[in-house]
């Protein structure tokens, strides 16, 4: 079992940036993909960014590319999302989430794990 708890988000304006963490614990976390989703009021829940076990792959939805950064520290346990440029769209709860294997897919149903979210406002 994996427990994941989102930390960092907040109200910002747009144009901002804002730094998301997500803690994992309960087993060694280092051997699962991770990723990052965010669901709107109102919308399906959608793909945000994902990363491999070591961090040597990435993948990103269209709509954050350029704008956004993934990465991890399997040293602590941690997984990262950096949002540069953030704009009132990305408006949302962002989840964390971690699967039992090591490469990373955009699919939501692949994820076995995730945390219970953290809400990120971007203001006009």
């Known amino acids: 079992q994996v427990q994941l708890v989102e930390s960092g988000g907040g109200l910002v304006q747009a144009g901002g940036s804002l730094s998301l963490s997500c803690a994992a614990s309960g087993r060694t976390f280092g051997s699962n993909a991770a990723g990052w989703f965010r669901q709107a009021p109102g919308k399906e829940r959608e793909f945000v960014a994902a990363?491999?076990?070591?961090?040597?792959?990435?993948l990103y939805a269209d709509s954050v590319k350029d704008r956004f950064t993934i990465s991890r520290d399997n040293a602590k346990n941690q997984v990262y999302l950096q949002m540069n440029s953030l704009k009132p769209e990305d408006t949302a709860v962002y989840y964390c989430?971690?699967?039992?294997?090591?490469?990373?897919?955009?699919?939501?149903?692949?994820?076995?794990?995730w945390g219970q979210g953290t809400q990120v406002t971007v203001s006009s």
């Open positions: 989430a971690a699967r039992n294997m090591r490469w990373p897919t955009e699919a939501r149903g692949e994820y076995d794990y």
């Open positions: 990363i491999s076990y070591r961090g040597g792959t990435t």
